[in-house]
């Protein structure tokens, strides 16, 4: 017997669930967002932000946060004499954009149902997250040219290492210069991430009994007040070694974007994406991408510690 109201439409159909998917581009963009790993953490290392609209962002590098002169004592009715503010050197950065498209076919998405489609994001917007951390890691790396060598290797195949002193020795570099620089991140590899989280002298000042305890987690994320940042060896420049970078996230320096349109959604922090139906050959092609260049405007903000390992 016939019901009334009739039931309500479904898209229990495999090809069209996925088709109806991608025909939106505002789902996908949002699956992309939600799909990045989380271990990429290059946004967080120069967290300001600027806008260009012409391919290119200048800036200043800060030499000071001090006027050229310093203020003087003025008598009772005294004119108060002038001084300059100089500016710093300026700078000219020029916005790349990076992209890279995938085609899903008909074919594939009939046969493996959403799996192709998963798994074509999921490598996309890991790709273009994985150029970001890149190229943030290695300007900063190679920005920073105050540095001074770890009292012993931080790996224990020296004498016994001294952590915890030689990044707050570094801290301490950075806070003399008396520029308000105030170091908030910790920047390694994944082996001297390693060598932190399982350091004996670090790990017998911790509370034993934490939740958050390394031993329990596997997770350390803190330090000294440093938030520890790891980041895989091939993010870093060649010829540096093995070292680790104390900075100043808020004033290191920043990210400039371009918006282009034309279409794209916002797939997380830097990241767009575009869906393209390719009717002549039965697929989809799905692109991501990402126009940005890093800037360090401040490399008195950060302090290398190298020969740790």
């Known amino acids: 017997m016939a019901t009334y109201p009739p039931a309500a439409a479904t898209l229990s159909d495999p090809n069209l669930t996925a088709s109806r998917f991608l025909q939106n581009p505002q789902f996908v963009a949002r699956a992309l967002q939600t799909m990045g790993d989380l271990r990429y953490r290059g946004t967080f290392l120069l967290t300001g932000r600027q806008e260009t609209t012409g391919g290119a962002v200048g800036y200043e590098q800060v030499e000071g946060i001090f006027a050229d002169a310093a203020p003087e004592i003025v008598a009772p009715g005294g004119e108060y004499s002038l001084t300059t503010i100089a500016d710093g050197p300026a700078g000219l950065a020029r916005v790349a954009k990076y992209g890279k498209d995938t085609l899903i076919t008909d074919e594939a998405i009939k046969r493996r149902q959403m799996d192709p489609v998963s798994k074509g994001l999921l490598k996309l917007v890991n790709s273009a997250q994985l150029v970001i951390d890149q190229a943030v890691v290695s300007v900063i790396a ?83 007040g440093l938030q520890v940042i790891p980041t895989p060896a091939a993010n870093l420049p060649l010829g540096v070694g093995t070292s680790a970078w104390v900075v100043d996230t808020d004033q290191l320096g920043f990210i400039a974007t371009e918006d282009l349109a034309q279409g794209y959604q916002a797939a997380g922090e830097l990241v767009q994406s575009k869906v393209i139906r390719e009717d002549l050959n039965d697929a989809w092609r799905v692109r991501v991408r990402a126009n940005f260049v890093p800037v360090v405007t401040d490399p008195g903000a950060g302090f290398r510690i190298s020969g740790v390992a």
Do not use: C, H, Q
């Open 142 to 224: 190679s920005a920073i040219t105050a540095t001074r060598a770890a009292a012993s290797k931080w790996d224990g195949t020296g004498t016994a290492p001294v952590i915890l002193r030689d990044i707050l020795r570094a801290v301490a570099d950075v806070r003399s210069l008396n520029l308000g620089y105030e170091p908030n991140a910790l920047l390694v590899d994944d082996s001297t991430w390693a060598y932190l989280a399982s350091d004996t002298t670090i790990a017998a000042a911790m509370a034993r009994e934490a939740a958050t305890n390394p031993i329990y987690t596997g997770r350390f994320d803190i330090l000294a």
